[in-house]
């Protein structure tokens, strides 16, 4: 015979969850073996349950007649509450439903340079166009911000090889495509008629694309190896201004291949190998951890790398030719 003088007072915390369920299955079945048998448990186990739901509330819970198990007053008030709190939590616990692009009314924002809108936000724009007309995409200027800092107010971002130095657990990174630098002249150019050679190039006036504002870069560096400077005649934060410059004037600019021959389509331009060896730039796509999970950021990644896998088709196809 169960007694109880009191009720007890519960300590949530320290509630075990899984007693709730085999309440909730008692409450549904009233009968200790069709509740073990819809949890999956064994008979012995659903009766200890019992037994501790018993001594956590207080309260016998269920009482034993001809019929088989009858609700006390307290189970009968704890059924409708128990029922909507599992209901709820079972919902808050499901996996997010997968992302519909058609459906989907989302606004993504992009932190990059103007090289990589360029050559990805094309790609881009037409796959969310055709596949989701109704998501809108912002791009802002990366500048010279960090990685960390990028991604405080945008969902990406995409742009060179960050120093290992800015990039902890937190940052997940995924190569999109690579390219190589080349250099650009106006079709004409004094130095198209003479030797090209490092010192000859180093010579000439260049114009430097310097988002920052700052002299130095990746050629600079590799002439510095061999001993030689060049002289940055113009520096601009951007490629908007560059080719329009390099075609008016004796100007060298240095870029990554890809831009130079998107320019090359509507401009007299000379696209010349440099006479040095310059590092390959690896365009990379950067999003927080925590968002590795969402399915509509995982899709926009997808999207995105997908725009890069199509570069690098593109280049393989030309190098072949």
Known sequence: MFTMSHMNAVHVPDLDLNLLRVLAALLRHRSVTLAARMLGL????????????????????FIRDKQGLVTTARAEAL???????LGDLERVLTPPAPFDPRQAQNRFSVATNDYAELLVLPKLVHRL???APSVDLWFRALGTQGVHRALEH???VIGPSFPSSELDGAIAARALFEDRFVSVLRKGHPAMRKRWSAEQFAALDHLLVAPGGKPGGTVDTALGRLGLRRRVAVGVPNFAAAPFLVVQTDLVL?????????IGQTLPLEIIEPP???PSVTMTLYWHQR?????????????IATSGTELEGGSRQRKRK
Do not use: I, K, M, Y
């Not at 870029?255 to 021959?261: D, L, S």
């Not at 995982?298 to 999207?303: D, F, K, P, V």
């Open 276 to 278: 040095l060896e310059l």
């Open 129 to 131: 166009g055709r596949d």
């Open 254 to 262: 240095t870029v990554p291949e890809r831009v130079a021959r998107f």
């Open 79 to 85: 059924a409708e509450p128990l029922f909507q709190l």
């Open 154 to 156: 945008n969902d990406v």
């Open 42 to 61: 064994s008979q012995s186990a659903t009766s200890h349950a019992l037994s501790r739901l018993r001594r956590e509330l207080g309260d016998p819970l």
């Open 291 to 303: 968002f590795q999970n969402d399915p509509a950021h995982g899709w926009l990644r997808t999207q």
